[in-house]
């Protein structure tokens, strides 16, 4: 199934007389590499590419014009593995916006896979273990190894044929017209930035247990490591853990200080600052941890609840797709409360089988 070597992209010529061979294509695999691993700012280190005949991988990083690559691309199938991400980075990284999406990873979930990554699915249709060695790899680095260019077209090489594979089962099942809403709710909600909460998002795992000034000082310490993050560009929890910034906040709520024995340098006198300047800050200003205000749901929104759990489950049983491809139970807890939202909420396929 393996082509010839991939063609390697890294200049404005190159990428301008590979566009003309593109525009012969119809369908496109697609699948994009960040460093989120290994910097605080990601960045759109890698574009995989493959044809019928041919593999490419391209380097965002060197300063491409992608104008007639994104108007040519925009006309394809692009054939994609959970796309969410790739078309957030692609959005971002060489503002590219998509036409026709085809997600083997939703086509998976709706034929009703359990196991439904891409190397799973290699494995189901093709009995092809993929390689893992370059999962973590830093793809801002150049040039790329020879395991990271081999894992890199692995992530597209199998992405036609499988969509072949996934399409017969989609329409064997009856179940085309789905994957394709479904597709299209997809690109819709990769074109909208995710707004992160400030007053939520300095409340790591395991902090839940944390009142009072431990959390002044936990989210005087997430300050202070977001800001160094940003200043070094380096990942956060390549400052420091969030564990250990639990363990100091629950140090200092017990009277002494911790800083872990890791942190020294200019660094660690910035922490000993932060940390001071959250001793004196007064009890008026420390955080609390409070519950999102909701509604406690009246008798009659429970009973549609539990009504709508039920028809949920038992048409998904019957299907013999997950209770959660059917309707997420988010959106049935949604529609309990405002019986008129079905429409906004659930795709049209889901209010049907719903009888919504």
């Known amino acids: 199934m393996a082509n010839s070597p991939p063609l390697l992209i890294a200049d404005n010529e190159t990428l301008d007389a590979w566009c003309d061979s593109l525009e012969k294509h119809d369908l496109v695999a697609v699948d994009t590499e960040g460093d989120s691993l290994h910097c605080y700012f990601e960045k759109l280190c890698l574009i995989q590419i493959s044809l019928l005949d041919q593999d490419v991988l391209i380097d965002p990083l060197a300063g ?4 007639r690559f994104n108007a040519i691309l925009a006309q394809k199938r692009m054939i994609l593995h959970g796309c969410d991400f790739d078309l957030r980075m692609l959005r971002r990284g060489i503002k590219f916006a998509p036409g026709e999406v085809f997600d083997t990873y939703i086509a998976a979930r709706l034929i009703g896979l359990k196991e439904v990554g891409l190397a799973s699915l290699v494995k189901e249709f093709f009995g ?8 973590k790899a830093n793809w801002a680095r150049r040039p790329l190894t020879p395991a990271m260019t081999e894992y890199a077209i692995n992530d597209t090489l199998y992405l036609i044929p499988l969509a072949e594979r996934l399409t017969e089962e989609l329409q064997g099942k009856n179940r085309y017209d789905w994957f394709e809403e479904s597709c299209q709710r997809a690109i819709l909600a990769a074109a909208e930035d995710r707004e992160k909460d400030p007053e939520r998002v300095w409340k790591v795992p395991g902090s839940a247990s944390l009142r009072g000034f431990e959390l002044a000082v936990l989210k005087a310490v997430w300050l202070w490591r977001d800001a160094e993050a940003q200043k070094a560009d380096r990942p956060s929890f390549q400052i420091l853990r969030n564990e250990e ?7 200092a709520g017990q009277g002494s200080a911790h800083i872990p024995a ?7 006198k910035r922490l000993e600052v932060a940390l001071e300047e959250a001793l004196r800050l007064p009890e008026e200003l420390w955080p609390q941890r409070t519950r999102l205000a909701r509604n406690r749901p009246s008798e009659e929104e429970e009973r549609r609840l539990e009504e709508l759990k039920t028809r949920r489950d038992t048409v998904a049983e019957g299907l013999q797709l997950d209770a959660g491809v059917v309707a997420p139970r988010q959106a049935l807890e949604r529609i309990s409360r405002e019986p008129g939202s079905a429409s906004s909420t659930l795709m049209r396929w889901q209010q049907e089988l719903l009888g919504l």
């Open 245 to 251: 910034l639990v363990g100091i906040a629950k140090a």
């Open 262 to 268: 890791s942190m020294h340098g200019s660094r660690r």
């Open 128 to 135: 092809i273990e993929l390689p893992k060695s370059s999962q």
């Open 64 to 67: 491409l014009d992608f104008t």
